[in-house]
């Protein structure tokens, strides 16, 4: 988190967790997920779809749109050990600065640190900059105006008032080893 100082304002912000494997039991205990269907471990982007599912509706077709990208396929076919990087946001007011920049390369020496082999991450062609400045390797990419979720296209400008101008969503990684 990037606070300004001079407002206490959210500035910029990043999300990131490492995609491990939980057992199923401690899954179940400590978050409430029920989905193992009889496997003794989930992954914890399982957890966190789960309890996002519903929690906002609007975030079903960005997490579907997350899901064509196949990221979390690609890296966890190589690796167990990743780090997910979710979101970065900055300002527009705090925008040409270098924030994302400087949240992008604030987690790999986190994930080099814990062992983690991969920092994988969807981001979209806004965002892109950042991270191919940092070195991720682009590997797949989804058009907003062609996503199709439920029977529409909820990103054409026809279903969106969002200022957003952003057109592509990219799935991206780095490999630490």
Not at 112 to 121: D, S
Request: aromatic content about 12%.
């Amino acid at each position: 988190v990037v606070l300004d100082r001079s407002t206490g304002k959210l500035a910029a912000a990043a999300i990131a967790y490492p995609e491990v494997l939980i057992g199923s039991d401690i899954a179940e205990r400590e978050y409430g997920f029920h989905g193992a269907g009889g496997r003794d471990a989930v992954w914890m982007g399982e957890i966190l779809e789960h309890k996002l599912e519903g929690l906002v509706p609007t975030l079903n077709p960005i997490m579907a749109l997350l899901g064509q990208l196949g990221m979390f396929e690609h890296v966890t076919a190589r690796t167990a050990k990743s780090l997910h990087f979710f979101m970065v946001a900055v300002d527009p007011s705090w925008g040409n600065l270098g924030l994302s920049q400087a949240l992008v390369a604030y987690y790999e020496p986190l994930a080099r640190a814990h062992g983690l082999e991969a920092i994988w991450t969807e981001v979209t062609s806004q965002s892109w900059v950042a991270f191919s400045k940092a070195g991720y390797e682009f590997q797949s990419e989804v058009a907003f105006e062609d996503f199709v979720f439920d029977g529409c296209k909820p990103f054409s400008k026809q279903f969106s008032s969002s200022p957003v101008t952003a057109t592509h969503a990219k799935g991206a990684v780095k490999w630490l080893a």
